[in-house]
């Protein structure tokens, strides 16, 4: 029996789709699944006429292998991933390689990496994004972890994964360990983020001009001809121009209250941890806890009171105010995406190219877009720009959008519709670029009360000063009390 190029575990939706991409691409995919009956049913329908082999027991698959060995997991992130990690070993020789392609956690794959690597073995963690279509057709794939391992991937993932117009797929090396999923969580945070604005934009549409969802419709397909151009944009065109049988919108019939698996929520905690101020990201997923509280928001509603307030004026001037308000808050999401993996890459010794992730995104995945090959622009640029608002085009973008993003935020304000990560972005772009915020008085509460100490305007930094505030504290000051 010929051997095959690959051997892939977890026969469900990723699992079958890249299968077939792979089949499609030439190579010769064995494939196992814990619930046999998968096997065969995966066989006898959707791979049927293919060259993919079933097998039946890991020992079957392993021995079917190529050498070096290369097996990838499609299965559910978290325990499995360990236990089939721990069931192949025994029979994987030296330089075979484990590829990990759900959606681990990045600090699962520092781990799992070192643990695979002492066992003579080598391992990558990737991101793979675009859902069924993107498997099936070609999706996004952000690979780490063991560098030697990635020669010997590199041909078959960039071959199936998603291709920008010039050909180039939309599959590159990102870094050591955790790095592609690191990368691939931080893409989900900003996908959160683009959803959330969009979803900022109808609702401004919808509840400050009372335009109709086919109104709302038009201006995505015309938004979607332009700068905001993207999957998520297109897709919400054709979400608002959706009727079922009855000639009734589906989207006025779905219940107000999002879910989220968790990647969006990973992506802010690991800002929270670094200090960086991921604020667009944490607040859409916010946005999506508030909307959980239905059943609260529902009672609040009888009781709590706000303005009844519509827009009056020129509707067309201001659709166009939402437009530049959606992009302007678009860019500070992706400054703050960048400023946390770059972040990211210090901590954890990551070596990360931010043009080569742009373009990685730019196709296959959920935020592809044409604004990420902006992005790419300003990296070939400068490869060791420090922030994307720094860009000169990117500066000279939002000088362009301030106006309309500050009439957006202020009506909204007056009319007591939320905007959350709209106004959130405002509020970043107002503090970064000001030399001088408020947290002197901070500092001040703080040795206050606590005797934290402070740096002055007038002295070199790390020199330490503290003021007995009232008199009756001492100078002592305090070296671990934290608040
Ligand atoms: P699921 O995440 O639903 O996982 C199903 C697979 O995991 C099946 O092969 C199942 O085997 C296996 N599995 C489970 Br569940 N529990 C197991 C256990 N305790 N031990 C061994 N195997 C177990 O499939 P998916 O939606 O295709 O996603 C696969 C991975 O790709 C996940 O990490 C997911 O987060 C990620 N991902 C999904 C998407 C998407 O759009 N769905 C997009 C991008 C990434 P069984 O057949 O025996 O139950």
Redesign the pocket.
Known sequence: MSKADIGLI??????QNLVLNMDDHGFTVAVY???LA?VDEFLEENAKGTKVIGTHSLEELVSVLKSPRRVML????G??VD??IDALIPHLEEGDIIID???SNYNDTIRRTAYVESKGLLYIGTG??G??EGARHGPSIMPGGSPAAWPHVKPILQAIAAKVDDGTPCCDWVGENGAGHYVKMTHNGIEYGDMQLICEAYFLMANALGMSNAEMHEVFAEWNEGKLDSYLVEITRDILGYVDENGDYVVDQILDTAGQKGTGKWTAISALDMGIPLTLIAEAVLARCLSALKEERVAASALLTGPEAWFEGDKAAFVNDIRDALYASKIISYTQGYMLMRAAAAEYGWNLNSGGIALMWRGGCIIRSVFLGKIKEAFDKDPKLSNLLLDSYFQEEVEAAQGAWRRVVARAVEMGIPIPAMSSALAFYDGYRRARLPANLLQAQRDYFGAHTYERVDRPRGEVFHTNWTGTGGDVTSGTYQA
């Open positions: 977890g026969l469900a939706v990723m699992g699944n814990r619930t998968r499609m299965v559910k992130a325990d499995p236990a089939f392609g759900g959606n793979v994004s859902g069924e």
